[in-house]
């Protein structure tokens, strides 16, 4: 069973596949290492493949004092899986909670990142859904403690972006929620109240994301509510991004649609390893539909 230990002393639990050029995934709230499993079957032909489980969930270490988990502990986690197995450099795909890791990772350290994937972004990011965002997850961590995971995973699990999982694939869903109901109480408390609750909002960010030079893709479900106007935010702020959009699809892509998420996330690679993926053409922001003079 690989681990690491963080500079903190947290461990951390992390399974590696494949060869070739390193291909971190981090995964959402609601999910675990598990959840890249459609990925790593796909992707480890020809890259190495790295998971994690992230602080708080096991077979990781469970920290339990609040100070522990934190926007920047999630992504010092990502750099220290990295170098537990030697990787100067690595692409990096995320979903939700992991999305916003990519993210962060792509904006504090870009020379470390190589591209950057970042799946269903944006909960909370928009200032009118701030508040409401950070107190819904007060009342989450609240519920994973008064009644525990397998309750909440009855719920949680069918939520407003999950839903479209259960209508596809009710097999590859019931293991989704199964994920969720094998959640650690404590770790999952604290992650929604020192992550999700307290992470920086994106809008805040604009001028120094509008600087980001990382080749970035963002991918987002048509019917994941909560990251559409987020999305859009970030397609038009990073010069390097590109925006996906999955129809008839929720929160969770890469188990929705994996093959039409791999696919796209393939290409992505390609060009980016290629050298192909750069900076948006200016001639492309022109205020003029037509480019008439």
Known sequence: MPRTTTADGVGLYYEESGSGAPLLFVHEFGGDHRSWEPQLRHFARRYHCL??????????????????????????????????????????????????????????????????????????????????????????????????????????????ARVQFENKDPRGHAEHVQVLAEHDATGAALTMRGVQKARPSLYALRDELARLEVPLLIVAGDEDEGVLDSDLMLKRTVPTAGLAVLPRTGHLSNLEEPALFNLLVEQFLAQVDSGRWGRRDPRSLSTSTTGVK
């Open 51 to 160: 998971v994690y489980a992230a602080r708080g969930f096991p077979p990781s270490d469970v920290p339990a004092q609040l100070a522990a988990y934190s926007q920047s502990a999630a992504v010092a986690d990502a750099l220290a899986v990295l170098d537990a197995i030697g990787a100067d450099t690595a692409h990096v795909v995320g979903n939700s909670m992991g999305g916003f890791t990519a993210l962060h990772l792509a904006r504090l350290h870009p020379e470390r990142i190589r591209s950057a994937v970042v799946a269903g972004c944006g909960y909370g990011a928009h200032p009118d859904k701030e508040a409401g965002f950070r107190s819904e997850c007060e009342r989450l961590a609240l519920a994973y403690e008064s009644d525990g995971p397998a309750s909440v995973a009855q719920w949680y699990g069918v939520g407003p």
